[in-house]
């Protein structure tokens, strides 16, 4: 089992950053994809990005590219996502997940979620 807890959410204003951050414990953080996803009211839940299990390969969504970056500190059993020029559209309940390596495309662990809410 991996346990995931997200930190970092809050309000902001348009315009302006926030950093995410994902703390695992429970398995070998290394061996794990780590993924951001996202689930706005009354919307279906979303990926952001992804990352491979060192960091050096990164997915995003069309929607954040060039705004979000996502990165890991592997030492730290630790993703984070960076958001910068945030828009009241990205108000949402962000999630952090992992993927065991080569198990497959689907997120099998979860966090609680991390609200973020981005004022006009």
């Known amino acids: 089992q991996v346990q995931l807890v997200e930190s970092g959410g809050g309000l902001v204003q348009a315009g302006g950053s926030l950093r995410l951050s994902c703390v695992a414990s429970?398995?070998?953080?290394?061996?794990?994809?780590m993924g951001w996803f996202r689930r706005a009211p009354g919307k279906e839940r979303e990926l952001v990005g992804r990352?491979?299990?060192?960091?050096?390969?990164?997915y995003y969504a069309e929607f954040v590219k060039g705004r979000f970056t996502i990165s890991r500190d592997n030492a730290k059993n630790t993703a984070y996502l960076h958001m910068n020029n945030l828009k009241p559209e990205d108000t949402a309940l962000y999630y952090c997940?992992?993927?065991?390596?080569?198990?497959?495309?689907?997120?099998?662990?979860w966090g609680q979620g991390t609200q973020v809410t981005v004022s006009s």
């Open positions: 997940a992992a993927a065991l390596y080569g198990s497959g495309p689907n997120f099998g662990y």
């Open positions: 429970g398995r070998v953080f290394s061996n794990y994809v």
């Open positions: 990352t491979s299990t060192t960091g050096d390969s990164s």
